[in-house]
């Protein structure tokens, strides 16, 4: 059973850093590609970031490029977002996410973001 859980989540002023935690368990995910994703209220699901477990190859959404940086530690099973210069429209649940192609998502719980002006 995988489980993913997230934390780290929190207020902050516009400008500040917040930095997401996601602890993976339940198998191995050296073929998995890790993610975060986020959602406001009555909004679909939107992509934010994603790393390859494998080569640690990166992907970011144009919104947060240059501002979030996503990473990963082998060791300890566990996925990182770090979040700088936010801004108020960063406010949000975040979900860590982990899936192969093909195959289907798994989600953690979500973790509150929200940024004030």
């Known amino acids: 059973q995988v489980q993913l859980v997230e934390s780290g989540g929190g207020l902050v002023q516009a400008g500040g850093s917040l930095r997401l935690s996601c602890a993976a368990s339940?198998?191995?995910?050296?073929?998995?590609?890790m993610g975060w994703f986020r959602q406001i209220p009555g909004k679909a699901r939107e992509f934010v970031a994603t790393?390859?477990?494998?080569?640690?190859?990166?992907l970011y959404a144009d919104s947060v490029k240059g501002r979030f940086t996503i990473s990963m530690d082998n060791a300890k099973d566990t996925v990182f977002l770090q979040m700088d210069s936010l801004k108020p429209e960063d406010t949000a649940v975040y979900f860590c996410?982990?899936?192969?192609?093909?195959?289907?998502?798994?989600w953690g719980q979500g973790t509150q973001v929200t940024v004030s002006s």
């Open positions: 790393i390859h477990w494998d080569d640690g190859n990166t």
């Open positions: 339940g198998r191995a995910f050296s073929t998995y590609i």
């Open positions: 996410n982990a899936h192969r192609p093909g195959a289907p998502h798994y």
